[in-house]
Nanobody
Framework: QVQLVESGGGLGQAGGSLRLSCAAS????????MGWFRQAPGKEREFVAA????????YYGDSVKGRFTISRDNAKNTVYLQMNGLRAEDTAIYYC?????????????????WGQGTQVTVSS
């Protein structure tokens, strides 16, 4: 079991940076692979990034690869999303999620737990 709380959202400038954090409760954080998803109004929830339990393997959606970086600090029970080179189309609510799965990290259906989300708005 894990409970997730996102933070760090807000207003960013096009070309600028933001860092999102996801704090997890519980003693089993390192047992889960972690993911970030986002959802804009009227659109489906979109895969952003994921990483393995130990943080050695990362995966990114095509729209953010090369701009965003996911990482985790298991000692702090926290996963991060560093967002660089922000674009207006990055505007969305960002959710972190945890999964016991070892595959299909890009699919929302494999995630067992979700945070409440944090709003990111990018001005042009």
């Amino acid at each position: 079991q894990v409970q997730l709380v996102e933070s760090g959202g807000g207003l960013g400038q096009a070309g600028g940076s933001l860092r999102l954090s996801c704090a997890a409760s519980g003693r089993t954080f390192s047992s889960y692979a972690m993911g970030w998803f986002r959802q804009a109004p009227g659109k489906e929830r979109e895969f952003v990034a994921a990483l393995s339990r130990g943080g050695s393997f990362t995966y990114y959606g095509d729209s953010v690869k090369g701009r965003f970086t996911i990482s985790r600090d298991n000692a702090k029970n926290t996963v991060y999303l560093q967002m660089n080179g922000l674009r207006a189309e990055d505007t969305a609510i960002y959710y972190c999620a945890a999964t016991t799965s070892y595959i299909d990290y890009q699919n929302t259906g494999v995630y067992n737990y979700w945070g409440q989300g944090t709003q990111v708005t990018v001005s042009s």
